[in-house]
Each structure stands twice: as C-alpha cells, then as structure tokens.
C-alpha cells in the first residue's frame, strides 16, 4: 500500500508540474552555454532526464525490498542535483541540497513514510522552477527561430524575413480591399496579383523547418491553392465581383490563421526575449 | 618496375595477394582524403562538387541553426547509401558530407561497392549495378525522382549528372596504377547542369505566356530541401504604346516550378498587345547569381 503511495506521490513531485499559472521569464545569460550553438550536448536537461530517472530508480527499487539499490540511486541523484545548482548561478536559489541529503538519509532508514515525505519536499523545489521556467526555455531552445528565415519576395525579387514578408503580404492585401471598396479596378488587379504571388511565396518557408511535404500539405496546400487560383480568376473579370472577393479572402485567411496558430505563440515569444 | 611486380607476385602466391595489400584502415571508415592516396582525379573531382560542401555549406549551417535541427541532417552527412532507404546520420567526419565512404562503402559487405568489376589489392570491391541506375540518387533526391519517373525518359540522372569521361585511370598511385588498364570513368563533380534556351519553350498566347519545359526530365528548377529559383521577368508593350511588367518567380518550395512537358500559363494584364519581351533566368540553391537561360522577344499573333 505504501509502496503505491510512493509511486504516486513521486511521479507528481518532481516531473510534472501543476501550476495554476503559466510564467514566462526570459532563461538566465548563462544557461545558453548548454544550447546550441554554444554546446550540442544539452547538459542542463540531460541532468534533467538522470534526476527524472534517480528518482525513478529510488521508487523502483523500494518497491522490490531492495535498499541498497535504493541508495545508489538516492547518492546519483544527490550528486546530480548538487553538480546542476552550479550550471546556472542565477537558479541557485531554486536548489536545496539540503533537501537532497535528507532524501538519501531517508533511504538510509529504510522507512517508506521517511522517503515519501523528504522526496515531496525535494519534488516540490524542482516543481518550482518548473512552473516558473520551463515553457519560456522549451520555447527559446527548443523552437527553431523564424529570424533565419527568409522568403524571397516575388514583386520585388528582395530576400526578407519572416516578419518584413508577413508585412508585406499583409500591405498587399489591404491595398487590395481598398481599391476594390474605393472601386479602381485597375490597382485592386495589380495589388491582388501582388498579393497573390505572395501568398504562393509562402510555402517555399516550410521546408527550412519540416521535412515532411504532408505538413506542408495541410495549411497550404492544394485546398490553399485552388482559393489563389479562384481570386486569380474572379480578379481578372472586366468587372470584378466584389463580394464573392471578399468571400475567397475569407478561405485563404483561414490558412493564414492556421499556420499562426502552430507557429506563431513560439515566435512572439522569442521575440519578446531578444529585447 | 618489372622486379617490383615480381617480387609482389611471389609474396605467397596469388591466393593470398588479395589479402597480404589490404589496407585496413580503408574498411574502417576513412576521411574521403584518404581515398585520395590513390584515387587522386576522382578525389579532386569530387571536392569540386556539391556533395562536398553539403556539410559546411555556410546556408546548410545558418537554415539548421548550427546543426541543432536534428532531422535535417541525415542526407548532409549520410552513414552509408542504400537505394530505396532513408540514409542515417554519420558519426564521423561530417565535415566530409556525402562523402566516398558513404555512398561506395557497405558495412554488410566490408568492400567498396561500384559499377565496375576490378581487382583491388588495397581494399575488396564488389560490382554493384545498381551504381548505374537513378534509384541510387532517390534516397536522398526523392521529390526529383519522382518527377523524373513521372517524365518517363530513359536516361538516368548518372548520364547527365555524372557524365562519362572515356576509359581513364581510377587511380595514380605510383607504383600500382602501373597495374590496372584504363576503364570508364565518369564525373565526380557531379555538375548542377544549367538548361539550354531551346530546353524552354515560351509562347505568346491571347493574354497569356506560356512556359512549356521539354529539355529537362524534371521540374525546372527541381529540388527536396534546397529552394533553386526560376525568374521571369517580362516587359508587356501594348499598341497604345502602355508598358507593363510582369515578374514572377518559379520555384519547387512554392510549388510552381515547370513540370516536364507540362504547359505552365502566365497571365498578363489585358489589352491589345503588341509585343513581350521575355528574359528567363535561375539561381542555384546554394548559389547568389543570377544566371541567364533564355532571352526572347514575342509578337502577336505567336509563330
């Protein structure tokens, strides 16, 4: 019964985290030294994932009557969390080796309620830098950046990055729904056929990330082109139909917003940290 | 030179030959430099090619972030290249990226696989057909296979991309090379190619030009990760003496690049017109220039 205890108490303690709230604080100058490009090696979470798995190995072996087992696993995650208090100065406040130590002498007494109680209390410092830190570095060293990305621009044949293009684009359509509420066919054609190419322009993004042409598929893919071609088609009328314009916008917008929805929380994101 | 080969043939008998000049470092995965001791023009051909610079490519380094974007990088660097499979990312000597070892060294064999039936002392080799044919390329090449299926020619991306060289030399080691005959050889540049004028047709058509590609058995330009461009840049003159310009870019990534022998409509802006001056030019993925394929001019009605 104990034992199930322990599982359960272990496994909400020091992995998952259950904030109310999400914080997000830009990750300390000196954690970079453990992300690319500075290190291919991610030595900060790989020190994750071995204290993940002491306590797992902690758990584990107390639930087969195995102590000494149980010890090993208890000094491992001592050690590793003492050795990770060091990488990131500004977080040292986050660790209590104490707590740690306490843990392996819990083990040491071989006593299940011991070993509940002081892993709770060692969870519950990592949970805490969880809920105020991890989104903000899963964003920053986990989210390829939009910034080296760029799109070369089709009307003026200029390479631009992601957020200049999205400008771009963006003028392009608006110029298109002024003229063709103003009533000047003539430009309303030549920024829609600006537009146009430019919304085409956008998939050649994609494969600077996804190597997988189905992800592609799904946001711009033939549905997304078969509304450029109908915008093509009703633009090129003698006298365009305003409304069902307006209508075929809608469509494509849906695209945009889709491929927002994906990426576009990440990216805002670091570029609110570069600041 | 005639007492040295002698003395090499009485080393043990002939059995044993084969394996008394094994050079063992050669089955053990070597630098592509090392292959050079020996297969020095080959070598100095392929550090020409793109295949070389697959890793080091400053573009490569900056689009997967210094490396950090894991899937990318397989095909820069592969292990070992089997027709048909995905390639795994190499351990070692990334720097070298589609390397000798790579695509000519298997790991089920221990020998040196190739289209050729040859004696090598140094290192075992085995003839391998399928050397010759386009299925090798695909697994890295996979959209441009694709389209060269869907083109239905017969000649191989090999005989335009690694194009013959007549019988030469595989290697110039002194003393060895003494050995060995000339055999075919073909290009480790493996050239980008650039597509002649007439490989383009371009026609004027009531309110439209239109692009056909009948020269290049794939898309024009053609590509998997790497983003090549086609421009089109057109001066539309009408009778009223109005000038328009229409440009355009064709391009894989954007899905618009011209499929072979598939007619490809551009529109123009209407009008009475009299004449559209065409220029056509493309940009390499890797490449900043701007390199022109074919200027025409186009009177109504089209000849």
Redesign the interface.
Known sequence: MKAKALIAVLSLSGILFSADKVILKKPPESLKKFY??AS?KFEFLSNMYSMSTAFYGINLNINEGNWKGAKEWALKLKKTYIETSKMVPEWKDYFKPKLADNLVKAVESKSVDKVIEASKKLGQTCAKCHADNQVAVKLVYHF??FD??KI?D??E?MELETGKYMKKLTNSLKALKVYLTQGNVEAA??AG?NFI?RA??????????H?N?LSEEVIVGKEF?GHLNKL?ELL?A?KPNREEIFKTLGSIGMSCSRCHNVHLIPALVQEAFKK | MIPLLLLLLFLGGCEKLETVFVEEDLLQRPPAKRCSDCHADIYREWKKSRHFHAWTSERFRIETENYAKVKCLACHAPHQVDPGRKPELRAEFREDGVSCVACHFKEETKSMHGPLKVWSPPHPSKQDLSYTKSSFCASCHRETYKEWKLAKVERSCQSCHMPSLGKRDLIQKFPFHLFHLAKPRTSHEFPSLKARPEDVEVRLEPGKIVLTNVGVPHNLPTADQGDPKLYLLAEVIYSDGRRKKVRKILSPQSKTALAYREPREIRIPPGEVKEVRVKLLRRLAWSEEKELIKEITLRTPSP
């Open positions: 690319p490009p291919q390829p950046s080296n990305i070369e089709p009307v044949f054609q030549e056929a190419e085409r322009q956008l998939r050649s993004m994609c494969s600077k990330c190597t042409k082109e093509e090129s003698q």
